[in-house]
């Protein structure tokens, strides 16, 4: 999902959250800043779905809750809170959680065609670093992952014995390996029944409306 600032004034996280409450949409807090959440594209949501269906099957009975972009994640501090497309805890602290939930250990996000266009900028590179460095500040938080909607390919960051973290690509024909929640998978399982349409078809068809 995409998160656009929205022009509301400066907000302490006890307000953010009553103030949410009141609202139709949905809102990411970034140190006090409010950002509005909008739709992506028709990939977007299916590959989103395939991963949820995939997760939902393998972690059935282990008493991890997963959750989709309407679940809410509080980071560390308590400065900041996101809407991650899909998020996965196995805490036991996060079980009885009604608003949100504190200690992920798998974070996915979907990235919309417009969200990697505009992710080519410095200033957008820094702001996706920047929700990954609250993200990895949980010692619960074993992976992070960034999957393309534009081809089949996917960026899993994972956390090592050392506690660094690691990257690894995966693409067409790979076999997926998510330690988070002990899964391993095809690439072609997260992006069945996908069809990859060019940006300028995309294009031409908002123009059509």
């Known amino acids: 999902m995409i998160a656009v600032r929205a022009s509301t004034p400066r907000l302490t996280p006890i307000e953010y959250l009553a103030w949410e409450e009141q609202q139709e949409c949905r809102y990411e807090y970034v140190d006090g800043e409010i950002r509005a959440m ?59 959680a009604g608003k949100f939930v504190s200690h992920p ?23 996706r670093g920047k929700k990954f460095r609250k993200y990895r500040r949980s010692d619960s ?18 956390k ?9 690509t995966y693409a067409d024909g790979d076999m997926v390996e998510f330690k988070s929640v002990n899964l391993t998978i095809s690439i072609e399982q997260i992006y ?12 031409e068809e908002i123009n059509e409306l």
């Open 192 to 203: 069945e029944d996908i069809v990859f349409v060019p940006e300028d078809s995309i294009t």
């Open 38 to 96: 909008t739709g992506g594209t028709v990939n977007h949501s299916e590959i989103a779905t395939n991963l949820i269906a995939i997760l939902k099957n393998h972690l059935r009975g282990s008493g991890c809750r997963i959750l989709n972009s309407d679940g809410k994640v509080q980071t560390v501090e308590s400065t900041s809170y996101f809407y991650p497309d899909i998020s996965v805890t196995c805490d036991k602290r996060d079980r009885t």
């Open 160 to 168: 090592n014995e050392r506690g660094r973290w690691e990257l690894v």
């Open 105 to 127: 250990c798998l974070i996915i996000e979907v990235l919309s065609s417009s969200t990697e266009a505009y992710d080519s900028s410095t200033k957008t590179l820094c702001e």
């Open 141 to 158: 938080l074993q992976e992070y992952v960034l999957v393309n909607t534009n081809e089949m390919c996917l960026d899993v960051y994972q």
